[in-house]
């Protein structure tokens, strides 16, 4: 994420780079050159929390966090040209790779110096590419990159807050909006130019459908809404006992003809759901072993069947089924967009690739890990 390769002669080394890759990971367009380098499949964006990101950054801590015991990297990793990829920017992104990999159910990948110079690998990558477009004046302008942190500004509850919280992680507002542009110019390269000339035609979209129909099967799902009663660490057994009895005190009154979501309203206490009476989004389930509240969610026969009071880390749950979709095969029509999403994805990920390789052959690189 990136300034051009002249910036390091103004700008001190580990600055705001490592807290803004943190802050920004919800606009980190190279997050699709971190996938190509380290998973082959595109890194889920937005996962990455301030604190995780940011321990050992800003030249603070040598250590990779969740690498190896004793892996450490100098001050600086690499140099581009002029330009210095900082130690702190080098593991704020990586644990961004880290996160999503943990999240998605995988191993830990930050187990070994490999994983690091994959990143780092990706990181050159993308400030090359952002260097090309500034050189050749395709760098977004001042209004888009204005608009762009006006959306930060009012999804952080406004300016005070927003400029406090900035202040907190010591990311001055000019650092910032540097950081957007780089972002939302990569942006515009991937999803503009490139994206727009890669586009799958309708005969490669059907060919595609008709080749992988396994894996155009949507999976059954169900729709259920619930009551919940969280229960303190703090409780003891008795006042667990009487929650117990108070949910099927109410799946009593619900089994008698009372409204379930005046239920909800009266008792529940999921504030996410308690205002549309209880309901959850559709389920889908794979593998409800071991999960108490899909265990009792599969159980469930026929619509507005309610469960026993089923217990998870969240509390005491009373649940009712509201829908079922069976399993079915996807028409063409609904997995169209899909498909070209992955086609488009794919073809987007090798036109990166050949740039870069085109850029790296005539810029001058040093890895110092």
Not at 78 to 92: P, S
Not at 225 to 233: G, T, Y
Not at 273 to 282: I, K
Request: glycine share 8%.
């Amino acid at each position: 994420m990136k300034r051009r390769t002249t910036a390091l002669r103004d700008q001190p080394l580990d600055d705001h780079r490592p807290r803004i890759v943190a802050l920004l990971n919800g606009l980190a367009i190279s997050t699709l050159l971190l996938s190509v380098a380290v998973c082959g499949e595109a890194v889920a964006q937005g996962v990455a929390p301030q604190a995780a990101a940011g321990q050992g950054a800003a030249g603070q801590g040598a250590a990779a966090p969740g690498g190896s015991p004793g892996l450490e990297f100098p001050e600086v990793v690499a140099r581009i040209d002029d330009y210095a990829i900082t130690r702190g920017e080098l593991l704020a992104h990586a644990e961004i790779v880290r996160l999503n990999a943990l999240q998605g159910g995988g191993a830990d990948p930050a187990g070994s110096l490999v994983f690091y110079r994959q990143v780092l690998d990706a990181l050159i990558g993308e400030r090359l590419m952002y260097a090309d477009l500034e050189r050749r004046g395709a760098v977004v302008g001042d209004a888009e990159v204005e608009r762009a942190f006006q959306a930060m500004v009012e999804q952080r509850g406004g300016r005070q807050k927003f400029e406090a919280a900035m202040q907190a992680q010591r990311i001055s507002l000019d650092a910032l909006r540097r950081q957007l542009r780089q972002n939302l110019t990569i942006e515009r390269l991937l999803t503009r130019d490139i994206a727009s000339q890669v586009r799958p035609a309708e005969q490669e979209l059907r060919q595609f459908y008709d080749s992988n129909l396994d894996r155009m099967w949507k999976p059954e799902r169900h729709r259920v809404r619930h009551i919940l009663k969280r229960v303190s660490v703090m409780v003891s057994e008795d006042g667990k006992e009487k929650i117990h009895a108070q949910l099927l005190a109410l799946r009593q009154q619900a089994a008698n003809g009372a409204d379930f979501a005046d239920l909800v309203a009266d008792h529940s206490e999921d504030a996410g759901s308690r205002e549309n009476g209880g309901e959850l989004p559709w389920i889908i389930i794979v593998e409800p072993q071991g999960d108490p509240f899909a265990e009792a969610v599969v159980g469930l026969a026929t619509v507005g069947q309610m469960s026993d009071v089923v217990e998870t880390p969240q509390g005491l749950h009373l649940i009712q089924l509201m829908g079922r979709e069976a399993a079915r095969l996807r028409t063409f029509d609904e997995a169209k967009a899909e498909i070209a999403g992955i086609l488009t994805t794919t073809r987007v990920k090798q036109q990166v690739l050949k740039r870069v390789a085109e850029l790296k052959s005539k810029a001058r690189i040093e890895i110092l890990i």
